[in-house]
């Protein structure tokens, strides 16, 4: 495709639920990025694949967070059980390889009630 | 991790003026972009510099990654550029992160 697309663009669930986030990366580039953007702040890193593996999960908030790339081109986060505070932007983004320029995807707006 | 610190966090400007964005860096860095994010959330390429100098249109960037800093320039501005801008870093030194700037949020009213 012509750029980062992601799936859905908005999410309602409710606290407890289980959701997956999709990120289709654009086509060739090795690398992708998963963010989360709370309202009025910054995204913050989440977690990094280059190919198929986890580069760096070390943004992961904790173990209901988890992230995977298995044909190393579209990803999913996976969020279990819920939280209110999970509410956020979700963001992901691709490069040809980690030194090279970013291209960010809509986002997921996720509301858990 | 990287500090990124930007300057100003809020600006509003006059369609038609110019204006310089600042972002500073606590560490040596091998990739900085900075991005537009419009008013529906989606971020905006504007440039890829982690040093030099490049122009695209109105818009310039300066890297000078010796000093931890980097300059956006903003000329005859337009109600169009309103948005947040943020700079982001990575050191290969401290792993693989990203590090977004606190960001500058722009208003241009007309």
């Known amino acids: 495709g012509a750029g980062v697309s992601q799936t859905p663009s908005n999410k309602v669930t409710e606290k407890g639920k289980y959701v997956e986030l999709r990120c289709d990366p654009i086509?060739?580039?090795?690398?992708l990025y998963w963010y989360r953007q709370s309202l009025g702040q910054g995204p913050e890193f989440l977690i990094y694949?280059?190919?198929?593996?986890?580069?760096?999960d070390s943004g992961l908030p904790n173990d209901r967070f988890f992230a995977v790339r298995p044909e190393g081109s579209v990803s999913t986060l996976k969020i279990q059980r819920t939280e209110r505070g999970d509410s956020a932007v979700y963001l992901c983004?691709?490069?040809?390889?980690?030194?090279?320029?970013?291209?960010f995807g809509p986002g997921t707006r996720l509301t858990v009630l | 991790g990287i500090q990124v610190e930007q300057s100003p966090p809020d600006l509003i400007l006059q369609e038609g003026a110019n204006s310089t964005l600042r972002c500073n860096f606590s560490?040596?860095?091998?990739?900085l972009q900075w991005f537009h994010q419009n008013p529906w959330g989606q971020l905006i390429n504007l440039f890829y510099?982690?040093?030099g100098t490049k122009q695209n249109g109105r818009l310039s960037a300066t890297t000078v990654a010796t000093e931890r800093y980097s300059l956006l320039y903003i000329s005859s501005s337009q109600t169009t550029d309103s948005g947040v801008y943020f700079c982001?870093?990575?050191?290969?030194?401290?792993?693989?992160?990203?590090?977004f700037g606190t960001g500058t949020s722009l208003t241009v009213i007309p």
């Open positions: 983004a691709s490069s040809r390889g980690l030194a090279n320029e970013q291209f």
């Open positions: 086509s060739g580039h090795t690398a």
């Open positions: 694949f280059q190919g198929t593996g986890a580069a760096d």
């Open positions: 560490d040596s860095v091998n990739n």
């Open positions: 510099i982690p040093s």
């Open positions: 982001v870093v990575r050191s290969g030194d401290t792993g693989n992160q990203f590090y």
